[in-house]
């Protein structure tokens, strides 16, 4: 999938502006991120899960693993820092990419 994702960027240089406009009319030009908010939530914890279980294995095997405090473990958005976002959105017939 990545890879799909950089064949559509490479050599792009500017945003594709008709996505945009459509995002930006989605959102009201992002004034209402609630749906992307959702999907944000959803994958930190997903994330926080995943460090859990990770957490969990190591201790269980004999790899000399280290139990983190609760506080050191990702659980909410404020727990990360967002450097970027790709938002991927169904196509429309009428929309020229």
């Known amino acids: ?3 799909i994702f950089r ?9 594709y502006a008709v996505l945009c406009e459509l995002f ?4 009201s ?6 749906h992307y908010n959702v999907l944000l939530d959803s994958a930190i ?3 926080a899960c995943q460090s859990d279980k990770k957490t969990s294995a190591t201790c269980l095997s ?4 280290k139990l983190l405090d609760d506080t050191q473990l990702p659980k909410t958005a404020s727990d990360f820092d967002l450097v970027t976002w ?3 959105m169904e196509g ?5 990419v």
């Open 1 to 3: 999938m990545l890879e």
């Open 7 to 15: 064949a559509v960027c490479r050599g792009k240089t500017e945003p």
């Open 24 to 27: 930006d009319e989605e959102t």
């Open 29 to 34: 030009d992002g004034r209402d991120m609630e």
């Open 45 to 47: 914890r997903a994330i």
């Open 62 to 65: 004999d790899g000399g693993g």
């Open 86 to 88: 790709l938002v991927i």
């Open 92 to 96: 429309k017939e009428d929309a020229d």
